[in-house]
């Protein structure tokens, strides 16, 4: 198969998913003489400038729109309703921490987790269980998801910031702040994950 002709594979895989492809989805489309690893830089290339782009996203891939670009495809519709402080503080814990149990989370932000709060990052697709702790109990421990990654614009982990302490109070604002992000109503064509009705649940 030629170089050309794979690259027309992958692209095609890409335009074909609103959601993130993993590389090796990409790679089970293509002979073994052609290697995605290879294709992609050129493909990035190729999106440089244009209206759409190719990200990388943790180890998945998504055409996705130009940031300068999305404004103009913005459509008026109803906001969504923003996560509450209780929903943003513990994802904050736990995109930090991973893989963090529910009395890790308790501990810092110091008050109770309400069961509510977890479903709700559960049904939003940003945080899922990542195993249990080999400790008395075997609690359950949770992690972030790609659809995280992808929701608040992150490339990866690295990308976010690290506070030198999680209860220094900046701690809640830059959650609170990449909320409200995260929450803004979707550009037409951008492929941002659905908006989420996120109740106003607060732990106690």
């Given at each position: 198969m030629s170089r050309e002709l794979g690259l027309r594979i992958v692209e095609a895989v890409l335009f074909?998913?609103?959601?993130?492809v993993p590389e090796a989805v990409l790679q089970a489309h293509l002979p073994g003489d052609l290697h995605v690893a290879d294709l992609?830089?050129?493909?990035?290339?190729?999106?440089?400038?244009?209206?759409?782009?190719?990200?990388?996203?943790?180890?998945?891939?998504?055409?996705?729109?130009?940031?300068?670009?999305?404004p103009y495809l913005a459509r008026v519709e109803e906001k969504r309703?923003?996560?509450?402080?209780?929903?943003?503080?513990?994802?904050?814990?736990?995109?930090?921490?991973?893989?963090?149990?529910?009395?890790?989370?308790?501990?810092?932000?110091?008050?109770?987790?309400?069961?509510?709060?977890l479903e709700q990052l559960l049904d939003a697709g940003w945080v899922a269980p990542a195993g249990r702790r080999e400790v008395p109990g075997r609690p359950m421990t949770w992690?972030?998801?790609?659809?995280?990654?992808?929701?608040?614009?992150?490339?990866?982990?690295?990308?976010?910031?690290?506070?030198?302490?999680?209860?220094?109070?900046?701690?809640v604002v830059m959650a609170q702040r990449t909320g409200e992000e995260a929450a803004e109503p979707a550009a037409e064509g951008q492929?941002?994950?659905?908006?989420?009705?996120?109740?106003?649940?607060?732990?106690?």
């Amino acid at each position: 198969m030629s170089r050309e002709l794979g690259l027309r594979i992958v692209e095609a895989v890409l335009f074909s998913r609103a959601e993130p492809v993993p590389e090796a989805v990409l790679q089970a489309h293509l002979p073994g003489d052609l290697h995605v690893a290879d294709l992609l830089p050129e493909l990035v290339l190729a999106y440089s400038g244009r209206g759409i782009r190719l990200e990388r996203i943790g180890q998945d891939w998504a055409l996705r729109t130009d940031p300068e670009i999305a404004p103009y495809l913005a459509r008026v519709e109803e906001k969504r309703r923003k996560p509450s402080r209780a929903v943003l503080e513990t994802l904050a814990v736990i995109a930090w921490k991973q893989p963090v149990t529910r009395g890790e989370i308790e501990q810092v932000r110091g008050v109770a987790l309400a069961q509510g709060t977890l479903e709700q990052l559960l049904d939003a697709g940003w945080v899922a269980p990542a195993g249990r702790r080999e400790v008395p109990g075997r609690p359950m421990t949770w992690a972030t998801t790609p659809a995280f990654l992808d929701a608040f614009g992150l490339t990866s982990l690295d990308d976010l910031p690290r506070p030198d302490d999680l209860d220094a109070p900046d701690l809640v604002v830059m959650a609170q702040r990449t909320g409200e992000e995260a929450a803004e109503p979707a550009a037409e064509g951008q492929g941002d994950a659905p908006g989420h009705d996120f109740g106003d649940e607060v732990s106690s």
